[in-house]
């Protein structure tokens, strides 16, 4: 009897295990797209419209090699609005009672599978370098769950970067040489882009249509959406941009929003890049004496190490992870991060370049949006939410960790060992943004202190006895011992009448 085979909107790999532990004689491939999963979260049009694409073209790319295929476009008749009604109707269809699935990368898709009245063999996702298995193992018994350690057990086991047993150049980790501020002139016009062929303009038309109110901008769309332009987009990071990516991977600027980034995460996590692959892409550009060491490691431990490490944590830590809340912070989002419409320019910056792009680079993400969420208290929930939704490269078992613990430290502290806190001063050394906001980074309090000025202190004098017997913050808590006491008092009243205000004027 034939089989159903399940292939999700990130699963595009020709290595999936679901596809190489079915029968390409007998078994049927399910693919769909379908409602719940446009609307779980209301995501950017630019993500649902690469996905779309990317998944027609697997689909016909799986039907030349001779698999049957059935195909659900969201508006043919029938389709029954959900991942497990969609293998309901075609189980009916031919009579099939079991289903192979690759394990998917949300608990929430999980427990809708295995709530099927169907036979379910759920196979392990073998496209990361790491099993859960082994993540596990590495993490059971320690006090704390630091990636640095666990990314060396990576190039380890990978031998990526190695001489021997030891990291190639002597150390294992390169990133204080990567965190130069932006120079004048960015020698890189970006990462590739293509022309949407008939395909994606097929789906831009359906996604303009049905998700037109959404956040974000759908056109211009220049992603490649086949394995075949996703390598190109590699291979043109790799050529024209790795080579100064790590002196520059942490640097903002108003008039350039990729730098030297790849962007080839919305590759990665759909399936159309293997992490090896690119890891070794990069390495190779290393050996050629293409690329200094400090950019190649820093890029390779974005992938070998962070990508690997928050997947581990997020199925580790079980289907409550995304909704903790360690601090207690209640304030809702405010509405800003949905229209970008601030006089904190940072923000303005990246939050228009989130609804245009549907990107953001990690620096943006963790010490602009994330860092001002954190200070003004709020809500992780609502934060998590928007970034699920805001990206293109958002899905819950990467975004989670990197939200909820990264970010907004609501795991107390499971992945970060400090909250990632700062005040204007990291971001006016790390960008040109100060020098465009109505708001001046140099004044510490009054009508035109920079906020984030402001909010540092409240944040660390609210969270004072969690936080006072860290180590790496003892010292910032004995500066503010220092202080006079009426230059604290006011430090507090004026950040907590801006925090007043915000939901209600424009700040």
Same mark, same amino acid.
């Given at each position: 009897?034939?089989?159903?085979?399940?292939?999700? %909107?990130?699963?595009?790999?020709?290595?999936?295990?679901?596809?190489?532990?079915?029968?390409?004689?007998?078994?049927?491939?399910?693919?769909?797209?379908?409602?719940?999963?446009?609307?779980?979260?209301?995501?950017?049009?630019?993500?649902?419209?690469?996905? @779309?694409? $990317?998944?027609?073209? +697997?689909?016909?790319?799986?039907? %030349?090699?001779?698999?049957?295929?059935?195909?659900?476009?969201?508006?043919?008749?029938?389709?029954?609005?959900?991942?497990?009604?969609?293998?309901?109707?075609?189980?009916?269809?031919?009579?099939?009672?079991?289903?192979?699935?690759?394990?998917?990368?949300?608990?929430?898709?999980?427990?809708?599978?295995?709530?099927?009245?169907?036979?379910?063999?759920?196979?392990?996702?073998?496209?990361?370098?790491?099993?859960?298995?082994?993540?596990?193992?590495?993490?059971?018994g320690r006090k704390a769950l630091r990636m640095e350690y @666990?990314?060396?057990?990576?190039?380890?086991?990978?031998?990526?970067?190695?001489?021997?047993?030891?990291?190639?150049? %002597?150390?294992?980790?390169?990133?204080?040489?990567?965190?130069?501020?932006?120079?004048?002139?960015?020698? +890189?016009?970006?990462?590739?882009?293509?022309?949407?062929?008939?395909?994606?303009?097929?789906?831009?038309?359906?996604?303009?249509?049905?998700?037109?109110?959404?956040?974000?901008?759908?056109?211009? +769309?220049? @992603?490649?959406?086949?394995?075949?332009?996703?390598?190109?987009?590699?291979?043109?990071?790799?050529?024209?941009?790795?080579?100064?990516f790590g002196d520059y991977q942490d640097a903002m600027l108003?008039?350039?929003? @990729?730098?030297?980034?790849?962007?080839?995460?919305?590759?990665?996590?759909?399936?159309?890049?293997?992490?090896?692959?690119?890891?070794?892409?990069?390495?190779?550009?290393?050996?050629?004496?293409?690329?200094?060491?400090?950019?190649?490691?820093?890029?390779?431990?974005?992938?070998?190490?962070?990508?690997?490490?928050?997947?581990?944590?997020?199925?580790?830590?079980?289907?409550?992870?995304?909704?903790?809340?360690?601090?207690?912070?209640?304030?809702?989002?405010?509405?800003?991060?949905?229209? %970008?419409?601030?006089?904190?320019?940072?923000?303005?910056?990246?939050?228009?370049?989130?609804?245009?792009?549907?990107?953001?680079?990690?620096?943006?993400?963790?010490?602009?949006?994330?860092?001002?969420?954190?200070?003004?208290?709020?809500?992780?929930?609502?934060?998590?939410?928007?970034?699920?939704?805001?990206?293109?490269?958002?899905?819950?078992?990467?975004? $989670?960790?990197?939200?909820?613990?990264?970010?907004?430290?609501?795991?107390?502290?499971?992945?970060?060992?400090?909250?990632?806190?700062?005040?204007?001063?990291?971001?006016?050394?790390?960008?040109?943004?100060?020098?465009?906001?109505?708001?001046?980074?140099?004044?510490?309090?009054?009508?035109?202190?920079?906020?984030?000025?402001?909010?540092?202190?409240?944040?660390?004098?609210?969270?004072?006895?969690?936080?006072?017997?860290?180590?790496?913050?003892?010292?910032?808590?004995?500066?503010?011992?220092?202080?006079?006491?009426?230059?604290?008092?006011?430090?507090?009243?004026?950040?907590?009448?801006?925090?007043?205000?915000?939901?209600?004027?424009?700040?």
């Open positions: 009897m034939s089989r159903l085979v399940l292939v999700l %909107g990130d699963q595009l790999s020709d290595t999936l295990s679901a596809l190489r532990e079915a029968e390409k004689a007998s078994d049927v491939i399910v693919m769909a797209e379908v409602s719940d999963e446009t609307t779980y979260v209301q995501h950017h049009p630019k993500k649902i419209a690469f996905i @779309f694409a $990317a998944m027609r073209k +697997f689909a016909a790319r799986l039907r %030349g090699d001779g698999w049957d295929v059935r195909y659900t476009r969201l508006d043919d008749e029938g389709n029954a609005g959900s991942i497990p009604g969609e293998l309901l109707r075609r189980a009916e269809e031919i009579g099939a009672t079991e289903v192979i699935a690759t394990q998917p990368g949300e608990w929430r898709l999980i427990a809708a599978l295995e709530d099927m009245p169907l036979r379910l063999a759920m196979k392990p996702d073998t496209r990361f370098i790491s099993t859960q298995a082994e993540f596990d193992r590495w993490a059971e @666990f990314y060396r057990e990576m190039r380890r086991k990978t031998g990526i970067l190695m001489d021997g047993d030891e990291p190639e150049g %002597g150390k294992w980790n390169y990133d204080a040489e990567n965190r130069k501020p932006a120079p004048k002139d960015i020698a +890189f016009s970006g990462p590739m882009q293509f022309t949407p062929d008939d395909t994606v303009e097929d789906v831009l038309n359906l996604v303009e249509a049905r998700f037109g109110n959404s956040f974000g901008a759908l056109r211009p +769309f220049s @992603f490649g959406t086949d394995q075949g332009q996703a390598r190109r987009a590699l291979s043109h990071f790799i050529i024209y941009a790795l080579p100064r108003n008039d350039n929003r @990729f730098l030297y980034h790849a962007l080839v995460s919305p590759y990665l996590n759909v399936g159309l890049l293997d992490p090896l692959e690119v890891c070794r892409a990069a390495e190779d550009a290393y050996y050629d004496g293409h690329a200094p060491l400090n950019a190649v490691e820093g890029f390779i431990r974005q992938i070998l190490g962070w990508r690997e490490y928050v997947r581990g944590i997020y199925f580790r830590e079980g289907p409550d992870y995304p909704r903790r809340n360690a601090l207690n912070h209640q304030r809702a989002l405010p509405d800003f991060y949905w229209t %970008g419409e601030t006089e904190m320019n940072c923000l303005s910056k990246a939050i228009t370049q989130t609804a245009e792009e549907a990107y953001a680079h990690h620096i943006q993400r963790l010490m602009v949006t994330g860092n001002f969420a954190l200070l003004a208290g709020v809500n992780p929930a609502e934060v998590h939410d928007w970034y699920l939704r805001v990206y293109i490269d958002a899905y819950e078992w990467v975004e $989670a960790p990197n939200t909820i613990g990264m970010s907004q430290f609501a795991d107390g502290g499971i992945i970060a060992s400090k909250p990632y806190v700062s005040s204007g001063a990291y971001i006016n050394r790390m960008s040109d943004y100060c020098k465009s906001c109505r708001y001046r980074v140099q004044d510490k309090t009054g009508p035109d202190a920079c906020p984030f000025n402001l909010l540092y202190w409240h944040f660390l004098d609210r969270h004072r006895q969690r936080f006072e017997g860290n180590n790496r913050m003892s010292r910032i808590y004995a500066n503010w011992d220092r202080m006079d006491a009426d230059r604290k008092e006011t430090v507090l009243t004026e950040a907590q009448a801006f925090l007043e205000k915000l939901g209600r004027e424009k700040v």
